[in-house]
């Protein structure tokens, strides 16, 4: 398995405030990996520069071969790389087949409308309801599908299950753990480590901008008593 994300050396800016001091990471091809944290020790931010929102950052962030630094935010997923925010970002006028439709593709790969909705019944369900008129869960898969629907080799999602039920929580991580069969990369941000203990690989816990650990997903029983403690849950 080939790396297919590497940072190195990440620092990143809002304004005069220093949010993340020299993180390293790596995520290989057809893995995932999640971060873990509290909130506001800079997991969102993490995501956000490597896509290119935060812009003033320094350090190296390598995906697929290219150098993520000096891509522009419009066309970071033309190097395959798709960012699902936690506000989702979904056009909440739009109906569900409508917001299907507008993604541009911009690599082979990507999933057709029949794909996606084979693999979220529940979009196909509500494919002619508005965005306004779904639910958060409903409004999450959209958020994700549309992605899908690009060809991107890697998701990057924050918070996905934030807010979500049960039942609901459970279907993403039946949708992730489908996606990874399918040989798709994702990194997640997410404090529901239970929830990311059914889907990934190996672990990152932040404090404070910087990446204090890492594990694989063997180890996450044995390091409880720590993840309590810094989660402080």
């Known amino acids: 398995m080939g790396t297919l994300l590497d940072i190195r050396g990440l620092n990143a800016w809002y304004g005069e405030s220093h949010v993340l001091h020299g993180v390293d990471m790596d995520v290989g091809e057809g893995e995932t990996v999640t971060i873990l944290g509290r909130n506001g020790v800079g997991k969102t931010t993490t995501l956000r520069t490597i896509v290119g929102i935060v812009r003033s950052r320094k350090g ?12 522009p ?6 190097t395959g790389i798709g960012f699902v925010p936690e506000e989702r970002g979904i056009f909440a006028t739009l109906t569900v087949s409508e917001n299907l439709l507008l993604p ?7 999933m057709s409308v029949d794909e996606i909705y084979e693999l979220f019944p529940n979009l196909y369900e509500r494919r002619n309801s508005s965005g ?7 409004q999450q898969m959209l958020a994700m599908a549309r992605i899908l629907r690009t060809g991107v080799k ?11 039920a ?14 990874k069969q399918r040989g798709m990369t994702i990194l997640l941000v997410e404090q529901n480590f239970r929830f990311a203990s059914r889907i990934a690989d190996r672990f990152y816990l932040m404090d404070h901008g910087q990446m204090v650990s890492e594990f694989p997903v063997g ?4 390091r409880m008593d720590t993840l309590h403690k810094v989660l402080g849950v």
């Open 132 to 138: 306004t008129k779904l639910s958060g869960g409903e």
């Open 60 to 71: 190296t962030i390598s995906f697929a071969g290219n150098n993520m630094m000096q891509v």
């Open 73 to 78: 935010l419009h066309k970071a997923a033309h």
């Open 154 to 164: 890697m998701l990057l999602l924050d918070e996905p299950t934030e807010g979500l």
């Open 166 to 179: 049960p039942v609901i929580v459970q279907r993403i991580g039946d949708v992730l753990k489908k996606l």
């Open 104 to 110: 541009p593709v911009v690599a082979q790969g990507g």
């Open 219 to 222: 180890e996450l029983a044995g």
